[in-house]
Structure formats: C-alpha cells, structure tokens
C-alpha cells in the first residue's frame, strides 16, 4: 500500500477511503515490521478494538457522530502510541480538522505525548510528512493560508486558565480532543472540553486516557460516577499487552499482593480503595522546603546514613535535630568505597557530635557499621529495612505496616506534617514525592521497591532513605541547656514547638 502513495491520485483516494476509518489508516500507514518498527506488526488488541470502535461510530453518522471513550488502564500499554495513530489520522484525513491534545503536567506532554506523536510522524510515509508541517507543539497543513485551519495543536493543562480551551469549537467539520493522564486533569478543562459537543453537524472525538491513581475527582467520575453514562469506559490490565514485561509485572504482583492498591492501579488499571499512591504529597513537601528551620536545644542530633558505593546510586548523610533536616548541611558521596565512607562518618561525627547514627544495612550498610564499631563507636544503630513490620504508633493511631522501611516513611511523613524542615533542594522533593505505596495481603502499607521506581524513570530516593532513617529509633532528648546562656551550643533557631492538632496525616492514608 505505502508504494502506492507515491502517485497523488492514490494517496488522495487513499485518505478519503479513511476518513471515517482510522483502523484501516493505522494499519496501512506505517511499514509495519520495516525501519524503525521491525519488531512491531501493527496495532495491539486493545488499540485495535478502539480504533474499530470510532470507525463504526463515524461511519454510522458521518456527519454528526460523537465519539468519547475514556481508557483506564495499568502502565506501559501503547497509549501514547494510540494518541498519536489518532492524532494523525484525524489531521491527514479530514480538510480542516482541528484537533486539541494535553496531558495533566507541561512536562508529561512536551517530552511524552507531543514526543510520541513526533516519532510517529517522522515513520509516515515521505508523501503524507510533506503535507503537514510539525513542530514542537503543533502539527499543522502546509496548504496556502490554511495553516491555521487545519491543524492539532499541544496545549498545556492549565486548571487556573480554563479558556485555553474554550475555543475547542470546529463546526461543521472534525473536532478531536485528548486528555492525556486524565487522572491528573481538573474538573474545569473536563467542562469546558464537554462543552464543546454541543456544536451540531460536526464529527466530535473525545478521548481520555490515564491510569486511575485517585478515588475521587474528574475521572473518577467519569469512569465510575455520575458521569458514567456519557461515556464508553474501557480498562486495559498491563498483563493482557503484547509490549510489556510479563516478569517484571508478575515480581509486581508477588511483592504488593493481586489486590494491593498498587496493583490495581499500576497494573490492573483499577481505582484505589483509599487514596493516591503518592505517599508524601508534593505540596507537603513544597512547603517543608520553605519554612522556617526550628527547634529545641533538647532535640537530640541525628545522623541517618544511607548507603550505596558504586553505579548511579549515591551515599547521603542527612543529620536531623527536633523537626531541623536542614541547618546542618548534608553529604552526598558517589563511587566511593566503603572505607572512605566510614571516615567522612567519622569526621562528620567528630564536628557535629551526634546523639545517635542511624544506617541502612543494604548493600554495604553492614561493613561501614562493623568498622564504626571497630573504631569504638557506641551511638550506632542498623536500619535493616526489610524487619519489623505490623503495628506502629502514627499520628495518634494504630498503623500496619509491612516492614521497618514503610515505617519509617510513614514516621517522616508525618514528621513533614508536623513542621519538619528540609533543605531547599528539588533532588531530595523528587526522592520524597517519586516514592509510591500500596497495601499487601494483610493491609500492611507496603513501599514501592527502587527497582520498580527506576523502572518508572526515577533515581533510587537516596535522599528520601536517609532522612527515614532518623526515624528509626527513639533518642533520648538531651539534657536541656538555658538557651539564654552562652555556651548553649545552639547551631540554628530555637523555638519551643507545639504539634498541630488539626490535621490528621494519617486520613489520606485510610
């Protein structure tokens, strides 16, 4: 077929014969199993009974059809891909078509989604690349003074800018929109994009994609809610896909349960019973960058140390004294061996005088512990991440969790709720929020593994490890010293601290 669309004639009949057929147009458009895709053969099932979905609504109703299908689905199943086939196809088939495509973060859709279309445009045959112009946030005809007509356009989500989308009106030809990470998109882009079905004799295409993370909000309702009748939901379990690593989601399923929240939304493109996966909120976080540093003279010093020695891992010294992670500096430390570790301890030690230094026992945690020990070191205590588990004292209740490392989070998550500061650094943000969580079999709150996370693109939270291992082990406070006297000691600001009553930390996590 692609050797026919070098004469203008066939391609011209070619497109019409697709206008209301964009599974045809997917699986005749690209070399399947050629450059570029030699290990593709064409759409996959899911994507497949989608496109035949459309097709069969436009050709029912070619001039007045509604389509709006919204995909809740596990990661890694070809959606990006799908809105890309689509964004294509509506642009090179219907003579000034309009299309709208966002996604929940600027980022998410300038480096994923608009990428995505990108690569796929430039796997076009040579004929159809030359008669549409793409760049970084648009693809529009290069027909004479139709550039503006004609034309799909990258529009960032923008909650507190709604009319970005008001003008999502194309009547009387083709308007298509996609929302992209729906999950994560405002209920105002959500009305304002609904509103735009109200034009008549126009083909509209509404499509949402977005792994389900939240139990309220737009999708939610929309998939589940009040909402529901208007739409054609469809949920795709990552297990069912052709592309994605079977092994790696089995591992998944073993270590978070078949029916852990994080199963049922990374994988089984479910909603959670409780909360979002996130565990530590990002404004949370935010704002413990930028509040003040605070805290007692009681308050003893601790070191947390987490430990890596070679690779793309780092060692973090993260003292912490009351609710202050932030006066004294932290240390950060890549390729180094486990010797040199333990004298940067030691000299850390030695300047700051710690109450207690706290170590996680992964990798080489052991030998820098049995050194300190060596060198007659007694305020040391390992971290074994893996121990514990089962019930711990959290924000006034009673909290199961699986092993000492969720304890441990959860402990400093509270502690962010509380007051605790940290550095002002978006490195140790992005190890703090990136980490996720889910229950086990036994309702335990379970971490999401660093192999997973670095599988989703994110660093091993080293930072995030570090400071958790403050929070392993009750300190005794010190003796108190008159703050007023010199020779106190004090490294930063003192302020008696009174814990916020009102908030309770532990709700999102019901």
């Not at 690209?30 to 009974?49: H, I, M």
């Not at 301890?345 to 020990?373: P, Q, S």
Request: hydrophobic fraction near 40%; glycine fraction near 8%.
């Amino acid at each position: 077929m692609r050797e026919k669309l070098d004469d203008r004639t066939a391609l011209a009949d070619w497109l019409i014969s697709c206008r209301n057929d964009p599974y045809r147009w997917v699986c005749e458009a690209f070399d399947w199993g050629g450059p570029g895709l030699e290990d593709e053969t064409g759409p996959d099932e899911w994507q497949a009974d989608q496109l035949r979905r459309i097709r069969d609504a436009l050709q029912a109703d070619p001039i007045n059809a509604t389509v709006r299908e919204l995909t809740a689905s596990g990661h890694g199943i070809g959606k990006s891909a799908e809105v890309s086939w689509i964004t294509l196809w509506c642009e090179t088939t219907y003579p000034d078509a309009k299309a709208i495509i966002t996604a929940n973060t600027d980022t998410q859709l300038r480096t994923k989604t608009w990428a995505e279309v990108s690569k796929w445009y430039h796997l076009l045959h040579p004929v159809l690349q030359a008669e549409f112009e793409l760049t970084a946030t648009a693809l529009y005809s290069r027909s004479p003074k139709r550039d503006k007509t004609w034309r799909a356009d990258a529009i960032p989500n923008s909650p507190t800018n709604p009319a970005a989308f008001a003008g999502a009106h194309n009547a009387g030809k083709r308007l298509l929109v996609i929302l992209d990470e729906g999950s994560e998109i405002d209920e105002k882009i959500y009305e304002v994009v609904e509103g735009a079905t109200t034009d008549a004799n126009t083909q509209i295409i509404l499509l949402v994609y977005g792994n389900p993370t939240a139990p309220l909000g737009a999708f939610k309702e929309r998939a589940e809610g009040r909402f529901r009748h208007m739409w054609r939901v469809t949920r795709i379990d990552s297990r069912t896909v052709k592309r994605t690593d079977k092994l790696t989601l089995q591992q998944m399923v073993d270590a978070w349960g078949e029916d852990s929240d994080f199963v049922r939304v990374r994988i089984k493109g479910q909603f959670p019973r409780v909360g979002a996966v996130q565990l530590i909120p990002s404004d949370v976080v935010s704002h413990a960058r930028e509040r003040p540093a605070l805290y007692v003279n009681s308050d003893p010093l601790i070191l947390g140390v987490d430990i890596a020695r070679f690779g793309d891992d780092q060692s973090v010294l993260a003292p912490r004294r009351g609710l202050d992670a932030r006066t004294i500096p932290w240390q950060r430390y890549r390729n180094i061996d486990t010797m040199t570790l333990v004298t940067a301890i030691a000299e850390f030690h030695n300047k700051w005088g710690c109450d207690a230094i706290m170590i996680d026992m992964g990798n080489f945690g052991a030998a820098v512990y049995d050194r300190l020990l060596q060198m007659n070191y007694r305020n040391l205590y390992p971290v074994d991440f893996g121990s514990g588990g089962g019930l711990i004292e959290y924000a006034g209740q009673q909290v199961a969790v699986a092993n000492k490392r969720a304890e441990i989070w959860c402990k400093m998550r509270e502690a962010l709720y509380r007051g605790l500061a940290i550095p002002n650094e978006a490195d140790i943000e992005t190890d703090l929020t990136g980490t996720q969580y889910g229950f086990n079999g036994a309702e335990e709150i379970q971490l999401e593994k660093k192999e997973h996370m670095k599988k989703r693109g994110l660093a091993s939270p080293d930072n995030g490890d570090a400071l958790a291992c403050t929070f392993a082990f009750p300190i005794q406070p010190r003796a108190w010293s008159n703050p007023e006297l010199p020779g106190s000691g004090s490294q930063g600001p003192r302020l008696g601290l009174q814990m916020a009553d009102e908030y309770d930390p532990f709700a999102e996590l019901r």
